[in-house]
Each structure stands twice: as C-alpha cells, then as structure tokens.
T-cell receptor, first 111, second 115 residues
Framework: QQQVKQSPQSLIVQKGGISIINCAYENTAFDYFPWYQQFPGKGPALLIAIRPDVSEKKEGRFTISFNKSAKQFSLHIMDSQPGDSATYFCAASSGTYKYIFGTGTRLKVLA | NAGVMQNPRHLVRRRGQEARLRCSPMKGHSHVYWYRQLPEEGLKFMVYLQKENIIDESGMPKERFSAEFPKEGPSILRIQQVVRGDSAAYFC?????????????FGPGTRLTVT
C-alpha cells in the first residue's frame, strides 16, 4: 500500500513531442506528489509538485495531471527537448517527510 | 546560495572497512534526510534527522548503519563493516522546516563502491 508504481520504465520521444509519465498509488493518505528530474551522476532536482486539491498544475513546459478518484498522477513534458533527457521520478508523501519514490522513467528525447 | 553539499562524491571501501558520508544542508534548513539508491531503482528513505535528534530511522538497517546531525557541523551517515550490498548512491536532502514545507532538496550524492 506504500508503493508508488511508475510507468513506463523507459521512453523515447522525438524532439518537439509530448512525453508522458504515469504514476499510480494506493494509499489515500498521500497528500503531496512531487516529480524529480535526475541527470546521470547528479542528485534528483525538484521539478514540479502537486497537492490533491487541484487536478492540474503547470510550470512552463511541465504539467502534472492529478486524478484523485483513480489514484493516478502524470507528468507531461510539452515540446520535449534533447536537454530533457534524464530519469524522472514521481514520489508521494502523506503529510510528512517520508517520500515514497517510484522506480523511475528513463526519458530519451531524439534530436 | 549553496545547495545541499555532500562529500565525498565517490568513496571506495574494501569489505569490512567503515564508510563515512557527510552532508551539509542548505543554508537555513534544519531538517536532513538520507536516501539510498540502488542501480536502476528509485530512492529509498533511510533516516530523518534534526539537529541533535534522530526523528525517524525506520528505513535504516538495524545493524552497521548509524546517522547523526550534531549541533555544529554536517550530518554524517556511517556504515560500519561494509559489504558489497552496501554499494549504492547515498543522497542527502534537506528542508527548511517540516510541516511548513514538504519540499526536499537533494545533494549530488555519494557513490559508495565496496570492493
């Protein structure tokens, strides 16, 4: 019940396309859902986050869509660029510090 | 405005030696978290500390692992008598004040290799 399931494991997108990464959870107590971007050899960097009281949050080319009833949330990267090639992690927490991370999606954007 | 700092960035230890990983949180942050990342996996929570206090160590193995965050100086994750299975990337994160902000900011990590 503490798991966050992330898919796909890897994703290849053409430059300019839309990258979509999905996460699903079981624990209805989760109330904070961040996305992190990690480049090889670097630490995860907070990209965007959402709370369950909104269904969508947009920051630049990055959008989180949140479906509370389905217990799913997704990251959309619009106009994907080669510089977006990285591993993306979703996470969830239940009002506390303990993040439960997904297993990651390795995104490759082709030039 | 320096971010979370970790050192060393890479650490090689032989089986049975001790590994000591250091983390300096962002300025103004008083909460530190340690995570472990195995190859091709997500990050797993290990321990949460405030200055001079361990708040939650539920994700940390009961033996050989310990963590501290002294009043002065960095937080330290200590692994005694390392084994090959300890090889991983260890990340530290910090936040300003738990309860007011859920955001955690990660350092670059320490990659531990046990030979």
């Amino acid at each position: 019940q503490q798991q966050v399931k992330q898919s796909p494991q890897s994703l290849i997108v053409q430059k300019g396309g839309i990258s979509i990464i999905n996460c699903a959870y079981e624990n209805t107590a989760f109330d904070y859902f961040p996305w992190y971007q990690q480049f090889p050899g670097k630490g995860p960097a907070l990209l965007i986050a959402i709370r369950p009281d909104v269904s969508e949050k947009k920051e630049g080319r990055f959008t989180i869509s949140f479906n509370k009833s389905a217990k799913q949330f997704s990251l959309h990267i619009m106009d994907s660029q080669p510089g977006d090639s990285a591993t993306y992690f979703c996470a969830a927490s239940s009002g506390t510090y303990k993040y439960i991370f997904g297993t990651g999606t390795r995104l490759k954007v082709l030039a | 405005n320096a971010g979370v700092m970790q050192n060393p960035r890479h650490l090689v230890r032989r089986r049975g030696q001790e590994a000591r990983l250091r983390c300096s949180p962002m300025k103004g942050h008083s909460h530190v978290y340690w995570y472990r990342q195995l190859p091709e996996e997500g990050l797993k929570f290990m321990v949460y500390l405030q200055k001079e206090n361990i708040i939650d160590e539920s994700g940390m193995p009961k033996e050989r692992f310990s963590a501290e965050f002294p009043k002065e100086g960095p937080s330290i994750l200590r692994i005694q008598q390392v084994v090959r299975g300890d090889s991983a990337a260890y990340f530290c994160a910090s936040s300003p004040m738990q309860g007011l902000s859920y955001e955690q900011y990660f350092g670059p990590g320490t990659r531990l290799t046990v030979t």
